[in-house]
């Protein structure tokens, strides 16, 4: 057995009760079924296979056709897509797990040959993410990562449109069984994009202080609390963050007043992406407790920790829970390896996007590998 007592307590995440405090980490993998960007029993496999986490945050879903960055991502926008997700939070729960679904608009980090009708991506302001790629499927067929398109701004009647879409994904997410949906408010993408200094170039009501780059982030929280309730919601931050062209600049500043605008409204959790793993500088313990002090719900972290760092974040008050990405797409029994401190299977970089069961749903667990 391990001594790892502080990632194995359980933890009441809003009214959901989790066994441990080791959550899996959203992971895009590019697998929905087409057409219609839908999930399937494939998908439905793949996180059932991992329902020992305490918390499953699915991959990224994206709330509209506008909103969608990489071919093959799944929507929650449509019935079909809806129906999909539903076998998937089926799934999980029969096999005694708890899941949320993150909820996605990339803005500007997307391509004409996303869009319908080809239009333009959107985003705060007409300014491209530079050395920024998106997936796309060329008209020839083949799939490629290319350069993002030049974005066009975003007006307000259209902003108040994407909060309710983000409302309305919620309502789907709820109804096909999830327990709680994830909010995307980082990595580069729309609400990402609003908060950032570079990219927000907007006078008016949703550019220029720090309140009002924050106010879209904050008016979808509301959207969604008001339809689904506050204890199901949690919202994914990345201070410091610089994938997809964000600048640091304010980073910090705009993470740390929306916790604590996120902590009056009482959500269920917030979850850091630490930024080290885009290169981002990393977060100093400082920085770390003061999102702790801002934040007074649970608050998960995530950025290539091991079982033994987790352990010392919980037992140190700084976490409630940590969330490990690759780690998890590699082993399925995560959780028991690490209470046995087994070996780990090694994540295969070749298969993390697009493909079938390969390097998917095929990741041996223990019981597998000694039998």
Known sequence: MSS????????????????NRIWMAPMTRSRAGQPGDVPTELNARYYAQ?????????????????????????????????????????AVHRAGGRIALQLW???????????????????????????????????????????????????????RGIVQEYAAAAVRAHRAGFDLVEIHGANGYLLNQFLDLRA??????????????????????????????RERVGVRLSPKGVFSDMTVEGSWEASLYVASELDRRKIAYLHIAEPDWAGGPPLTEEEKRGLRGAFSSVLAFCGNYDAARAETTIAAGIADAIAFGRLFLANPDLP?????????????????????????????????ASA
């Open 105 to 159: 608009h990339v803005g500007r980090v997307s391509h004409h040959l996303l869009q319908e009708g080809h239009q333009a991506p959107v985003g705060p302001s007409p300014v491209r993410a530079e050395q920024t790629e998106c997936f796309v499927v060329l008209p020839d067929g083949t799939p490629a990562r290319v350069p993002v398109d030049l974005p066009r701004e975003l007006q307000p009647a259209e902003i």
């Open 200 to 229: 927000n170039q907007r006078r008016d009501e949703y550019g220029g202080s720090l309140p009002n780059r924050a106010r879209l982030l904050l008016e979808v929280a509301d959207a969604v609390i008001a339809e689904i309730g």
């Open 50 to 90: 991992r329902a020992s986490a305490g918390l499953i945050v699915t991959e990224a879903s994206q709330i509209s056709r506008q909103g969608q960055g990489y071919a093959w991502t799944p929507g929650i926008y449509t019935d079909a897509q809806e129906a999909g997700w539903r076998l998937v939070a089926e």
């Open 4 to 19: 790892f007592s502080h990632l194995f307590a359980p933890l009441n995440v809003g009214t959901l009760s989790t066994p």
């Open 336 to 368: 028991e390896r690490f209470r046995r401190r087994a070996p780990l299977n090694t994540p295969d970089p070749s298969t993390f996007y697009g493909g079938a069961e390969k390097g998917y749903t095929d990741y041996p667990s223990l019981e597998a």
